[in-house]
């Protein structure tokens, strides 16, 4: 029998549930009445430039500015994967981040066309949402043995949510094994960071799986498929736009995975059964995260 693996590699990259920008203490009092102190998220404004161009001020819990940055500008087709990023530079005391290319950019036109996102903390996205998707994403192999062991170990890992609660989280794996564990108050922003770490380090998609608390949505099938990713797995369910377009772009969609179970709705061809169940725990209720007694 497989051995899971329960902690992530050491040199993981991951926002650090003990970093004191990340979170607030605030008082108040608790059902009977008491008083207490608890930890929560914070929100901070980034405001996003493309050269001279403002673009998008987001609500962020403030981490990884560069990658959020531009992971964004990626994921909006904003940013080519062949431009050249001459510099990114973050200014904390006004919190702006401004990413300068060597190809001249005008997004006018596009920044007229807004759409709200269905992603908490009003993710926005510019222009048609279905530009670029005509990708081809490479073929892959989802083991059962790997999903098992990638939520446990994500699942067991010390992070923002486990200790403060009110935010989502987004993991690269290679196999079973978490390489990159991203936070936010949205699970746009947390995609998009992991979109953005991808870039910089040169990171090949093509024998990843992207892992997402949140639900799969349109927003998230898109993002997953312009970063080229071939499988894509959530402990939420399902929205019918997301289903669909996973199924135009032949990705591998797996939701509502929790403990022993899960579902596919997109590209099953792509999954290996070589777990024994009984082999699975079921779900510890610590882990448990919200709509994970309605079935969403």
């Given at each position: 029998?497989?051995?899971?693996?329960?902690?992530?590699?050491?040199?993981?990259?991951?926002?650090?549930?003990?970093?004191?920008?990340?979170?607030?203490?605030?008082?108040?009092?608790?059902?009977?009445?008491?008083?207490?102190?608890?930890?929560?998220?914070?929100?901070?404004?980034?405001?996003?430039?493309?050269?001279?161009?403002?673009?998008?001020?987001?609500?962020?819990?403030?981490?990884?500015?560069?990658?959020l940055a531009l992971g964004y500008l990626l994921n909006q087709n904003m940013l080519k994967?062949?431009?050249?990023?001459?510099?990114?530079?973050?200014?904390?005391?006004?919190?702006?981040?401004?990413?300068?290319?060597?190809?001249?950019?005008?997004?006018?036109?596009?920044?007229?066309?807004?759409?709200?996102?269905?992603?908490?903390?009003?993710?926005?996205?510019?222009?048609?949402?279905?530009?670029?998707?005509?990708?081809?994403?490479?073929?892959?192999?989802?083991?059962?043995?790997?999903?098992?062991?990638?939520?446990?170990?994500?699942?067991?890992?010390?992070?923002?949510?486990?200790?403060?609660?009110?935010?989502?989280?987004?993991?690269?794996?290679?196999?079973?094994?978490?390489?990159?564990?991203?936070?936010?108050?949205?699970?746009?922003?947390?995609?998009?960071?992991?979109?953005?770490?991808?870039?910089?380090?040169?990171?090949?998609?093509?024998?990843?799986?992207?892992?997402?608390?949140?639900?799969?949505?349109?927003?998230?099938?898109?993002?997953?498929?312009?970063?080229?990713?071939?499988?894509?797995?959530?402990?939420?369910?399902?929205?019918?736009?997301?289903?669909?377009?996973?199924?135009q772009a032949g990705l591998t969609l797996v939701g509502r995975a929790r403990g022993k179970?899960?579902?596919?709705?997109?590209?099953?061809?792509?999954?290996?059964?070589?777990?024994?169940?009984?082999?699975?725990?079921?779900?510890?209720?610590?882990h448990r995260r919200k709509g994970a007694a309605d079935g969403e």
């Open positions: 029998m497989q051995q899971m693996k329960t902690r992530p590699d050491p040199d993981i990259i991951m926002p650090s549930p003990d970093d004191i920008r990340l979170t607030e203490q605030v008082s108040g009092i608790d059902h009977t009445g008491a008083a207490i102190q608890i930890r929560v998220p914070v929100e901070r404004p980034l405001t996003l430039y493309l050269n001279a161009q403002e673009i998008v001020t987001m609500m962020t819990i403030g981490d990884y500015p560069e990658y994967s062949d431009d050249v990023v001459t510099e990114v530079e973050y200014d904390d005391d006004v919190q702006v981040v401004v990413v300068r290319t060597e190809r001249n950019t005008n997004y006018e036109q596009k920044l007229r066309k807004r759409t709200q996102t269905s992603g908490c903390a009003q993710g926005t996205a510019f222009g048609d949402l279905l530009e670029a998707l005509d990708i081809t994403l490479p073929p892959a192999a989802l083991h059962t043995s790997w999903l098992y062991q990638m939520t446990r170990t994500i699942n067991t890992t010390p992070s923002l949510y486990l200790e403060a609660g009110a935010i989502h989280g987004c993991v690269l794996c290679k196999e079973g094994t978490p390489i990159c564990y991203m936070e936010d108050v949205g699970r746009h922003n947390a995609v998009d960071k992991i979109a953005g770490w991808m870039y910089r380090q040169g990171i090949d998609p093509a024998d990843k799986i992207l892992y997402t608390t949140g639900r799969l949505t349109s927003e998230m099938t898109i993002k997953t498929v312009r970063m080229g990713i071939p499988i894509l797995v959530s402990r939420s369910g399902f929205t019918a736009w997301g289903v669909d377009l996973a199924r179970r899960f579902a596919v709705l997109s590209g099953e061809d792509r999954i290996v059964f070589d777990q024994d169940l009984a082999s699975v725990d079921e779900e510890a209720p610590r």
